[in-house]
């Protein structure tokens, strides 16, 4: 595994999420064989690979959607999903309350959605802040309502997902994770499953996210999204890290015979 | 064969008094075989594993035994354990058990059946078990469960008919009181299976009144 030197983290500085080595098999099929990487506050890491490639078990081991098999995930120092404790460093899971309360630092915007069918947009909204944060109804719906313009559906919030287009739903579903104020948000190619019109409005809510200083992880096949918006891209293949940096080295100049023909295939299509 | 119609014009009246019993029966087992049910059917969701072991196996045990068999345990099984009840009582206590069995599995089938993404969508907000569990899943099953609960509550009310063999004054019983002082076998079960096939018309238009006004999207 060869590597561009990551960008430069200015000395002193913690990084907000630390991953070393994560690990997980499905089956006795090893899926992650080792992901290590760091992510600066405010930064937008891009990861991007072939099908198959890992990615998705990446975020959904980050937010423990999925139980890493092996490694450590650190949010502020803190380590997710359990510790290693007493003699001999056992690994102990947390309790599922206390779970729930590490995952909520995590906004997780899913490739189709997931919003709940039976609540209109603004409840979707809200339905976090009142039940886990323990708001006010008219708290949690107040708060509802300014992330939902944040995402320019102001106009559609008495409206149910299926009253929706896809790319309505998705900003839904981005409103949803802001409301619970997360430290960062892991998208999964949250733009796939939108026809191509509508595409860019999810990107551009996305965009306008990172340069407000957001902190993102996005698994994503938009190369121009990435081009722009990446601070620091990771290109995985069969459960690795095969080459990283600056989006424009790896896009102008990469290094490895995957990524080039990766990228060759991507960019040609 | 000739029917004998002043046996029927008869009977008419008197199995009126049966049916009485029958939908008493049917109401209360009803009503304590879905609360119960839908007890079970959340412990076996998100219970403890002692708990949700205990609830399989009362759900086998409830599936996989003849009702006839249960309501003879309850009917005998009540007085030695020191409870007299009656058989009335007896009754509606062996049909809630089953009935109760029943609800539970189609309870944790249905939840068990929306899609997995809700309920990651869910704890991707910080949601616990419960929590997912009444904000997100029961409140997207209870219409898909409605037919399978209405047939839970037809099978239940025709299974009260099994209680004329401890004694239980209901329709079924009350029909072979009259064949006893009249003889006339076909007449009156064939008027016991209009009554029922009525009652349960009536059960199942209301169900699916009920189903269209259950809140879709
Ligand atoms: N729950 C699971 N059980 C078994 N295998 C799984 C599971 N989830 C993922 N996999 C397998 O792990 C591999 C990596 O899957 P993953 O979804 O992380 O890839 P990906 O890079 O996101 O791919 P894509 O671009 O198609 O979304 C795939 O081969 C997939 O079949
Ligand atoms: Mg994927």
Redesign the interface.
Known sequence: MTSIAPTPVPRGLKPLLAVRDLRKSFGNREILKGISFDLMAGQTLVLIGPSGSGKTTVLRCL?H?ETPDGGTIELLGEPIGGAYMGEGAKWRALP??DM??Q??K???V?Q?F?????LTALENVA??PA???GLSRKEAEARAAVQLTRVSLADHMDK???QLSGGQQQRV?IA??LA?EPRLILFDEPTSALDPELVHEVLDVMAELAREGMTMVVVTHEMSFARRVADHLIFMADGEIVEEGLPEAVFSAPREEKTQRFLAHVLNR | MSIDWSVVQMAIPLLAEGTVMTLKIAAIAGILGLAGGVALGLISLGGLAPARWMVRAYVDFIRGTPLLIQIFIVFFGLPAMGLRLGEFWAGVIALSLNCAGYVAEVVRGTVGAV?K??T??????????G?ILV??LL??SIRPMMPALTNDVITLLKNTSLLSVISVYELTRSGQAIIASHFAPVEIFTLLAIYYYAIISVLSWISRVIERRL?A?
Do not use: C, D
């Open positions: 937010n959607l599922e309350a729930a309360r995952r909520r995590f906004g997780f899913f189709r997931n919003l709940f069918p039976h339905i976090g039940k886990v944060l149910r997902p299926s579903a949803r994770a619970m | 899609e993404g809700q990651e969508a869910a704890k991707s907000i910080g949601m616990t078990h929590k904000y997100v409140p997207q809140p999207w």
